[in-house]
């Protein structure tokens, strides 16, 4: 994490985590709202109000930075890179900068969208969000806080005047996050099965249609697509560190056909098994 102070009562923060989980401990603090973009990874967040909250590439977050104290992210992808905003509405009304002045902004009606207690905000990813946050991750360092000044400026002018009924991302609670969780746990310690929807269903007491909408909402894909890539790296992994047969390594990943799982390895990594074995075999 890299936190650069913008404005009085405004902080910054460039995070880049490659790990399964980060926890987070600050004060409980009502009247801070906390903003978190996130650029490429996933976040699984188990907020204080019992809501886990679900950002992909693009998507935007908001609430109350008491929601958040002592809370854990789960990177359901393993890695997470984004930027977090910090804003003390009430020093921020009380010190406004000048274009929050003259566009004479709500402060108080900002929080009281974004900053209710048991509440948290969540907007996919649209192009106003990308052009505000996009060109912060490439710059070099001695342009970042002059950037966040106008983007941070540029964020809350469009947050004032954001229609609340426009489309937002969906909530779930967190035994809701458990049980998806526990469904991929199932899936990947058993690669070499293959599972229908009505199958999993059945077996974690969960209907369809909530299980497909809640394992994308986790891993940011549909689960015949996610489970066909999680196959095709976990075979690539083998074809580098072991001596099996190709064979081998497709049932072993859930593939009676040798012919068919070959094909699914090009269509995920642009050539087939033997090629990419030989390839990694040149590279060492």
């Not at 854990?72 to 984004?82: A, D, H, N, R």
């Not at 746990?185 to 369809?208: A, G, M, P, W």
């Not at 095709?232 to 390594?249: F, H």
Request: proline fraction near 4%; hydrophobic fraction near 35%.
């Amino acid at each position: 994490m890299t936190v650069y102070r913008i404005f009085p009562g405004v902080e910054a923060a460039f995070h880049f985590f490659l790990a399964e989980q980060v926890s987070f401990h600050h004060p409980s603090s009502p009247s801070v709202l906390a903003i978190s973009h996130c650029r490429t990874g996933r976040i699984d967040w188990n907020l204080k109000n019992d809501n886990s909250e679900y950002l992909g590439a693009g998507d935007l977050s908001l609430h109350s930075a008491a929601c958040q104290a002592d809370s854990v992210m789960q990177l359901p992808i393993g890695y997470y890179e984004g930027i977090s905003v910090f804003i003390n509405l009430k020093q921020l009304e009380a010190e406004a900068p000048d274009i929050l002045k003259e566009a004479n902004i709500n402060i108080q009606n900002i929080y009281r969208h974004y900053c209710s207690a048991d509440h948290s905000v969540f907007i996919p990813s649209c192009k106003e969000i990308e052009y505000i946050f996009m060109p912060l991750y490439d710059l070099p360092e001695d342009l970042r806080i002059p950037y966040f000044k106008l983007k941070i400026q540029e964020l809350l002018l469009y947050l004032s005047f954001r229609n609340p009924k426009e489309q937002e991302l969906s909530q779930y609670c967190s035994r809701q996050t458990e049980l998806i969780k526990e469904v991929h746990h199932f899936l990947t310690q058993n690669l070499n099965q293959r599972y229908t929807i009505d199958e999993l269903s059945k077996r974690y007491l969960i209907n369809t249609s909530s299980l497909k909408e809640q394992f994308k909402a986790v891993y940011g894909m549909p689960i015949a697509a996610y489970m066909k890539e999680y196959r095709m790296k976990t075979a690539a992994s083998m074809l580098r560190k072991t001596t099996d047969s190709v064979a081998q390594i497709a049932v072993s990943v859930g593939y009676e056909s040798q012919s068919k799982f070959s094909n699914a390895f090009r269509d995920v990594f642009q050539m087939l098994p033997t090629q990419y074995r030989k390839k990694c075999q040149n590279e060492r």
